[in-house]
């Protein structure tokens, strides 16, 4: 970047690079580096939405909440955005302490996952007959979205049951019986009875008394949600082994009588469970490092899709493909980037990107936008359709599987990135149990 001094400390230079990458994120790769006091909107390199959007994607990235309150007066420059990151940098920081102490303090136990399973609808429904339910051409699902097949939940087969199987065989991947957890944790966008989710997996898994059970929302994002609280309750000490479970049926609320096929069409059945642990457990060789997650909400999109109950069963749903997609994969994109830029893992070394997936065809459209090879994304949707809150953990567990073929020792990190309705999102990043012990 024009004007970088020599010899940077080493927070400073954090910064600075957290600033180049999201800059060229927002203006693109083919954009020449500006000074650091030139006036980006002043000199349009920038129009005032995309410095809007450039100050945000460096608050995700650096950690540091509502840095453009203080950008209101200083010109639209990167040295206007260092100095308020050095001076967010200082208030946040107790006196006397140091970056890394506070980090220390929020994180001072190391959490792992050691377990992971996922399950589908085990009925499988070609395209062409969904789009005939739906009312839709026949081929639109395969042709326009690139969805081949759809997972449905057969007779017999519904959130707690799908669920539940997936949370046994994590467990059991795990090493892990049912009395031993302290917490599970559930999330799904299709259950609504009550008790909820938790509490019927709780008595299913026959969890002990002392063992608490909580349902987390987020739609989409519900899973890097849920992970989020468990991380949260092992690294305070207040619990040693979770398990995080999602399920979602959504072949029976998103019916043709209730919604239209354009949006009804996409989505399918299934679930998926993890065992998060303080240790990395007996087969250390086979488990991940939770890093941090970051997590925002862009609301300028927030009228791209809406659904609400109406009056006698049926569904009032506002939902802008188009619009969706475009924001769906910019949004998706940033936060790869800031989660690269947060770990300090490139890209080119990730393993897999366990991400929301809302059909084959955008999913192919992200990877060409991240500059990755899309067969780093486990095709989750292909033939089993949008999962919903179950969406990421599909791909979660076919990344940790195809990473577990690799030999000791050359298993790669693993990124997590998704969406929510609002648009909510959030990043997250694994690394390698013998690889963080490395460090």
Known sequence: MAGKPSGLPKKEDSFRRIVEVCFRGEA???????????DLVETGVLDSMAWVSFLRA??????VSDLGSGLNEPPASIASVLAALRISSKKSLPSGATKERVAGNAFSSAVFLTGSSSVQGSRVVASEEVD?????????????????????????????TLGARAAEQALRIASCGGQELDWIIATSETHHDYPA????????????ESCGALDV??????????????????????ARTIAVVTADVHSRALTPERVAGEFGGLFGDGASAFVVRREGGPRVGSSYRVGEFLFGCAGQYAAAIQVAARIGGGLDVQFDGEALSRAAITRLEKVITAV?????IPRASVGGFATHQPNP???????KQSGVSVDAFPPICRTAGNLGSSMCGAALHAALQNEAKGKA????????ASLGPGLLFGGAWLTPAELSAEN
Not at 217 to 238: P, R, T
């Open 340 to 344: 690269e830029t947060r770990s300090g």
């Open 217 to 238: 929302g987020g739609g989409c994002l519900g899973l890097l949600n849920a992970l989020a609280v468990a991380q949260s309750l092992i690294s305070s000490g207040a």
């Open 132 to 160: 005939r339910a739906f009312g839709m051409p026949a081929g639109k699902l395969r042709n326009r979205a690139g969805i081949e097949s759809l997972a449905y939940a057969a007779e017999g087969e519904s959130e707690l």
């Open 361 to 367: 065809r955008l999913l192919t459209l992200l990877a």
């Open 28 to 38: 693109g790769l083919s954009t020449p580096l500006p000074s650091d006091t030139e």
């Open 409 to 416: 020792g050359e298993r790669k990190p693993i990124f997590l």
């Open 58 to 63: 460096v608050e995700t990235a650096s950690g």
């Open 197 to 208: 989710l938790a509490a019927q997996l709780h008595s299913r898994l026959l969890a002990r």
